[in-house]
């Protein structure tokens, strides 16, 4: 599938204009209130529309195919997007912290604070529809980079919706230190969602065993399909973006022909790619004196 024609291509071409969108609402509202919690999530969206270009890129990479260089193809471009992005974010935490403390040193009231809510509102209000999408198609196909994106932007969404409820209590309540607190609150779950992409992308990079839900639904499929087999042993796997990669031991009676333990093969990666999606297969097949008795029984 061409980059022009892949659905995951062109969702990140679509996360670079909603983001860029969502700066232009959210500069709107820093500059019509000069309100340093406003100021901040500008900052952050920002964050925004830098990872949205990154996450185009890593998708780009690693739609490419297989290569000298490359044998295993260039998955692992979607982890090293996300782990990026997470140390951007952690910047981004740390220099709206700073906002933060300039703005407990030098109150001063929002100016036409309605305005800049409505702006503001609304760019969160795109976010949310968007950030939903993102993780939904990312889930969908695999992607790192997508449901990275999409944690990203509804971290945003959260962000602004906190940030919009107590900046209403601003020109209602005239507690000035309201705006530099929400400011800080906003820090700390930028740095909040920065660390949480991190860890999950290093694990990734890390090859990470999959969750047991996953493994246990690669052990029933190979017990399923792997008729006139006896045992499947060593079994691991690793998901790397939109690739399953899986290798084990499949035990057969000593006596059968190569053929027939081919064919046995062939309908157990057959049953895998059904289940769950794209994968590269490894089976080593063995004669029964190799059986362990501590694997997979195969169901007759």
Not at 260 to 281: F, S, T, Y
């Given at each position: ?7 995951k291509?062109r969702?990140?071409w679509?996360?670079?204009a ?9 500069y ?7 309100s ?5 999530d500008a900052?952050?969206t ?6 949205a270009v990154?996450g ?6 690693a ?7 490359h044998?295993y193809g260039?998955?692992k471009a979607e ?7 997470g140390?951007l974010?952690?910047?981004t935490?740390?220099t ?9 040193q030098h109150?001063?009231a929002?100016?036409?604070?309605w ?7 609304g760019a969160?209000v795109l ?7 993102l993780l939904?198609m990312g889930?969908?196909?695999h992607?790192?980079a997508?449901?990275?994106?999409g944690h990203?932007v ?8 906190v940030?919009?409820t107590?900046?209403?209590l601003?020109?209602?309540t005239?507690?000035?230190?309201l705006?530099p607190l929400?400011a800080a609150l906003?820090?700390v779950?930028?740095?909040r969602?920065g660390w949480?992409?991190?860890?999950t992308?290093i694990a990734g990079?890390m090859?990470?065993?999959p969750?047991?839900?996953t493994?246990g639904?690669i052990?029933?499929?190979i ?5 006139g087999?006896?045992?499947a042993?060593?079994?691991r ?6 690739m399953?990669?899986i290798?084990?031991?499949?035990v057969?009676?000593g ?6 333990a081919?064919h ?7 049953g895998?790619r059904?289940?769950l999606g794209?994968?590269?297969?490894n ?6 004196r190799k059986?362990?008795h501590?694997?997979v029984?195969?169901l007759?």
């Amino acid at each position: 599938m061409s980059s022009s024609t892949d659905p995951k291509i062109r969702a990140a071409w679509c996360s670079v204009a909603v983001s860029l969108i969502a700066l232009g609402m959210k500069y709107a509202a820093w500059r019509v209130t000069d309100s340093i919690a406003l100021y901040s999530d500008a900052i952050e969206t920002i964050i925004n529309v830098v990872s949205a270009v990154a996450g185009l890129w890593a998708l780009r990479v690693a739609s490419l195919p297989p290569d000298h260089n490359h044998t295993y193809g260039h998955y692992k471009a979607e982890y090293l997007s996300a782990v990026a992005e997470g140390v951007l974010v952690v910047i981004t935490a740390i220099t709206i912290a700073h906002e933060a403390w300039i703005g407990f040193q030098h109150m001063h009231a929002p100016q036409d604070s309605w305005l800049g809510i409505a702006l503001n509102g609304g760019a969160g209000v795109l976010n949310l529809v968007w950030g939903l999408f993102l993780l939904r198609m990312g889930r969908a196909r695999h992607s790192p980079a997508l449901v990275a994106s999409g944690h990203h932007v509804l971290s945003d969404v959260w962000t602004s919706a906190v940030l919009i409820t107590g900046f209403v209590l601003i020109p209602l309540t005239g507690f000035l230190w309201l705006d530099p607190l929400l400011a800080a609150l906003i820090a700390v779950n930028v740095l909040r969602t920065g660390w949480e992409m991190m860890r999950t992308s290093i694990a990734g990079l890390m090859d990470e065993a999959p969750n047991s839900e996953t493994l246990g639904e690669i052990r029933s499929i190979i017990s399923h399909t792997a008729t006139g087999a006896m045992e499947a042993h060593d079994i691991r796997a690793r998901i790397v973006g939109a690739m399953t990669f899986i290798e084990f031991h499949l035990v057969v009676p000593g006596a059968m022909s190569v053929e027939e333990a081919h064919h046995i093969c062939d309908r157990v990666e057959e049953g895998l790619r059904a289940g769950l999606g794209d994968a590269l297969i490894n089976i080593h097949v063995e004669p029964e004196r190799k059986a362990k008795h501590t694997g997979v029984l195969v169901l007759p």
